[in-house]
């Protein structure tokens, strides 16, 4: 591949083309920031004006999208053989994903894409108010509405012979990721789940859950976060660490990545853990290649692969008994007497700590893929037809109590608990769960190329494990699919066995099983 | 005036016209944003991305400005006599300065726009990089393109018979203002300040700097700047307030106000006077009347009567011994046995120390005018080609030493010290001291308004002067031009009688004159 040759043609199609497209991503990093501000910054006063800003920004974004003339310039640049020689030069992968920005942008009638901006922005409202009411009659006509818009959609964006609704909407967070694809690889992981969680009920011994007995101010949470981050390879001469309700990353440029973590009182684990987490996403976001800025070839390649980052550092890093040799120290520091008497088997036993629950954002490792399957499989009944929104209750809870042995005592902690199909988003949940697999296959690759990795994780050296990263995973950008990225770098498609293999072998011991 | 029924034709041109104008201001308050961020949060490396983004949303609001279409719009509108028939009327302000600006972004060609801007972001860092060295030398080209393509811009912008060429550059910053007017005002200030400066320097007793001598940590001084600020009227709910490397306040909106002050070593005075500026400046973008949100009508006057706002709060009423009855013991609270033994008269003669001394944004209230004066005098003298900028130096440091009795021991704390000129804003400086004389004017009125004043403050009552400024400036945006604005509220035009009286009424008694 020789990506500077092949966009080197001033005042070309191509050129053109590409001159539109970092005009509509350098839009979309303004809107970037404008959501990190709304997040963390904002006056509670400014909410309104923000979203007429973010709807303004929207809206030329999208104009920008959908222009004609992008459209042409596409059918120009596509009867260029050279420019496609190479699949995964930066001139094709470019032309691959605007094209397809541009065709599912395209197929939406405006009607359509306002209808379902309109709904959501009110389903959203009454969701938040139904659930603090735990009233899900209040809840179901606007599911029902968001369901509709959602087939709407999915019929007008299509999906290739043998799929189904669900594909077609799922297509849009994760590419060629389809229902059948995903119940092929979830199937044996529910089962070897289940039973895992079954295991471990019953057995012999558990850890303790010695963070919550940690009482520190945010100060010191902050600073254990902060020193931790930045250690694992954070760059915060190029980013920020800010606090927010929920934590969440924002790639605004490789150069201004924004994270955040929450400080919740009796909690002495979360800051640094969804740190951690967000810091993973950021690494990923500060190491795309900069010399594609404002391109797909630029950007990350899936929201799964950007999962697979910040659950990697989360997890496989950061519940590790090596990187507790390093950071307990480093905890102490921070903390002070508060963490007098706490072993290295304390805090490993603490981060490690598999219960059965009912809220999927506070699950732990080996739970929170059967939260998610759930979702998926009730999300594509619902699309299919197999499920009726009035229903929803009741299979949520019986598939709860089949997967996860836990009664669900309301729909505020039940089938309301989560935000995204209050605001029509179906097809999103499982990248979650993907996210989990490709960081178990991964890391394996890693620990396979790097005979060390434990060892240099003990002595607080993450260099290694990060430069692997860089040099697999974010240099490409969008070069390749995700399913392409995990063959190329794994030499294996991406399967369950990994990740049950690094659940087993860490949690084994632990628990005595 | 009537707001409502002249701006109530649906799909009228003026309708039209407002819409173009709104979206204009929206993406302003977007560029707004990335202003108040690249000062307050951005991380260093992100700052060439954060020229990108500000850059396009530049270009953007341009396009919208000058659209032909916009122009088309103007026309039709001021065809229509009853739009017109109330010149203070919304529809009629909205008018007036929408032609204004088109008149004046059309004026000017594109190629001179970007070339000023292509001078001015070069002669910045070398302006930046020639005062750190003290080297007025490797500055003087840059400044003497500068002023090339200023005058370039002021014939393009032209003026009226009589005025010259600084006017025109002026007016960009405050409407009708001109040297000749500014000149008729401030000969009498400067005489008087340079009689009042002498006789402080001779004078029998002076105040102590107490604030120097107080030790108090950044969490203190902010405490109290939050404290005051909030006191004095500034909402929190709808505004923030954080830390920058030079104080300044942003109106995103009315319900999004961001102000920022700084924290330096040894001085437990900056951040609080600091800001109440920038909360002075704060509560009149809060109070705009929200009714005409991202239109002429809905924002602040000008420079000057924004300057005004600021400096009321930060001199008027922070200077002042009522103020400190209130103050001292919140600063007691806050400071806590850093400021043991205070008193009132301490607290309030420290915020009254007056001294001649060489940096502009460091001086008292009084010498603050004289050193305005000095760069307005060298900036018409330099636009009318009577000084060559190769002269600047010796004609800035013959002036400091007349006006201030002050020695200039180098051009970087002399000529090089400003910004504003190594961008080429010619006509700025002056709205500085023509806001310090229209807080004097507007004081003097709302003290015959609102007889308990003075006991209000000392009881830390501040919302009868708020609601003053809020009636009588705030909520009319810019229905008056800033003069119109003074007779109307003050009954005379400006002049500089109310700012001497006030300040000979005060120091006189502190320093036995």
Chains 1, 2 share one sequence.
Not at 17 to 28: A, M, N, P, S, Y
Not at 306 to 330: D, Y
Request: proline share 5%; aromatic share 8%; glycine share 8%.
């Amino acid at each position: 591949m020789n990506d500077v040759k092949t966009a080197a043609k001033p005042d070309s199609a191509y050129d053109k083309l590409i001159e539109r497209v970092k005009q509509r991503h350098l839009l979309g990093s303004t809107a970037s920031l404008l959501s990190w501000d709304r997040e963390t910054m904002l006056p509670a006063g400014g909410a309104e004006q923000r979203s007429k800003q973010t709807a303004q920004l929207a809206r030329l974004i999208h104009e920008m999208t959908v222009d004609p003339r992008v459209g042409e310039l596409l059918v120009e640049c596509e009867a260029d053989r050279e420019l496609l020689a190479d699949p995964i030069s930066a001139a094709a992968v470019n032309m691959r994903e605007t094209r397809r920005d541009y065709d599912r942008a395209t197929k939406l009638p405006a009607e359509l894409v306002e209808e379902s901006a309109r709904v959501a922005s009110i389903a959203t409202g009454q969701w938040a108010e139904a659930r603090q009411a735990n009233d899900f009659k209040r809840f179901l006509p606007w599911l029902e509405q968001n369901l509709t818009l959602a087939r709407r959609r999915a019929e007008c964006y299509g999906y290739p012979d043998g799929g189904e609704l669900w594909d077609a909407l799922a297509e849009g967070f994760e590419q060629k990721m389809t229902a059948a694809g995903i119940e092929k690889i979830f199937a044996p992981l529910r089962d070897a789940l289940v039973d895992l969680v079954n295991r471990i009920g019953d057995a012999p011994r558990r850890p303790r859950d010695v963070f919550d007995a940690i009482d520190v101010d945010q100060d010191a949470k902050r600073d254990l976060a902060r020193q931790v981050t930045e250690a694992i390879g954070f760059d915060y001469h190029c980013g920020r660490l800010d606090t927010s309700a929920h934590p969440f990353s924002s790639t605004i440029h490789p150069t201004d990545v924004r994270i955040t973590t929450r400080y919740r009182e009796g909690n002495a684990l979360e800051p640094l853990s969804a740190a951690m987490h967000e810091a993973g996403h950021g690494i990923y976001g500060q190491n795309l290649p900069i010399e594609h800025e404002y391109t797909p070839m630029g950007e990350a390649v899936s929201l799964a692969v950007h999962e697979s980052q910040s659950r990697m550092w989360e997890n496989q890093v950061g519940r590790s008994r090596a990187f507790w040799r390093w950071c307990l120290p480093v905890l102490r520091q921070c903390y002070g007497s508060a963490a007098d008497g706490l072993t290295v088997d304390d805090v490993f036993g603490g981060t490690n700590v598999v219960r059965p629950s009912l809220i999927r954002v506070e699950a732990d490792e080996v739970t929170y893929n059967l939260h998610i399957m759930v979702r998926f499989e009730l999300e594509r009944a619902l699309m299919n037809g197999g499920l009726g929104a009035a229903d929803l209750p009741g299979a949520w809870n019986e598939k709860y109590r089949q997967y996860l042995g836990v009664e669900v005592p309301d729909d505020a902690r039940g089938c309301m608990q989560d935000v995204h199909w209050s605001h029509g988003a179906i097809g999103y949940f499982p990248t979650y769960t993907l996210g989990n697999l490709y960081a178990a296959q991964f890391f394996r690759t890693a620990e396979a190329d790097l005979p060390d990795l434990q060892r240099m994780i003990e002595a607080g050296q993450f260099a290694s494990l990060k430069t692997w990263l860089v040099q697999n995973i974010h240099r490409h950008g969008m070069r390749y699919r995700s399913g392409e990225l995990c063959e190329h770098v794994t030499r294996r498609p991406l399967t369950a066995e990994p990740l049950l293999a690094y659940l087993e072998g860490k949690l084994s011991p632990l628990y005595g099983l």
